[in-house]
């Protein structure tokens, strides 16, 4: 049974400090990754897509990386600020299906 | 480029009524997916549509269904419904296999 876990489940950082977000799964036969952000009440955005055959990919502050043979992927987020605020969700899987783990609640303090 | 819209945004039903939620993908994507989001469980898969066809389905149950149109919006129906049938609705839609997901804002879905 495939599974992704992100560790921790809430982190409180104050503004301006580098993070990084973990996420852990269970089938090495991994599709794709993809990292998503979600405000309270709201749908998911989508942040940055790592396929099976990249090692990692960037947008702006964030950098997510892909190691299919430990079963990890980690988002690194640069220089933090408050508008970061958000719960992190990562899913492994393609457009079939996604298996999400239960996200990182990221608060950035001013 | 207009995102994944969903309708209605927010819902009530009572018990042992049934509902149906629409979602519109991005023009161009043909891969519909739903998600059914509780504080306790997460993010748990419903099914997936491509081209009309059911591809995959969650481990829900049967009052849980979906269907896909020739244009490629799709709708979900959930039967009877429950009072653990209350949570946050996500559609999503994709190109297909190997492309991102764009999810909807979701309908949130009130049973009393």
């Known amino acids: 049974k495939q599974e992704v876990t992100q560790i921790p489940a809430a982190l409180s950082v104050p503004e301006g400090e580098n993070l990084v977000l973990n996420c852990s799964f269970t089938?090495?036969?991994?599709?794709?990754l993809q990292w998503f952000r979600q405000d309270p009440g709201k749908g998911l955005t989508s942040l940055l897509l790592i396929q099976s055959s990249q090692r990692e990919q960037t947008s702006g502050r964030l950098n997510a990386s892909l190691d299919k043979s430990s079963g990890r992927s980690t988002l690194y987020i640069a220089a933090s600020q408050p508008g970061d605020s958000a719960t992190y969700l990562c899913a492994e899987g393609g457009s079939e299906k996604l298996v999400f783990g239960k996200g990182t609640k990221l608060t950035v303090n001013p | 480029k207009a995102g994944v819209t969903q309708t209605p945004r927010y819902l009530i039903k009572t018990r042992g009524q049934q509902v149906t939620l629409s979602c519109s993908p991005i023009?161009?994507?043909?891969?519909v997916s739903w998600y059914q989001q509780t504080p306790g469980q997460g993010l748990q898969f419903l099914f997936e549509y491509f081209s009309e066809t059911q591809r995959n389905k969650g481990n829900f149950p049967g009052r849980f269904s979906g269907r896909q149109f020739s244009n490629s919006r799709s709708e979900m129906n959930v039967s009877t419904l429950e009072l653990g049938d209350s949570a946050l609705y996500l559609c999503?839609?994709?190109?297909?296999?190997?492309?991102?997901?764009?999810f909807g804002p979701g309908t949130r879905l009130t049973v009393t």
């Open positions: 999503a839609s994709s190109f297909g296999t190997n492309y991102e997901q764009y």
């Open positions: 023009s161009g994507h043909r891969s």
């Open positions: 089938d090495s036969a991994i599709y794709n």
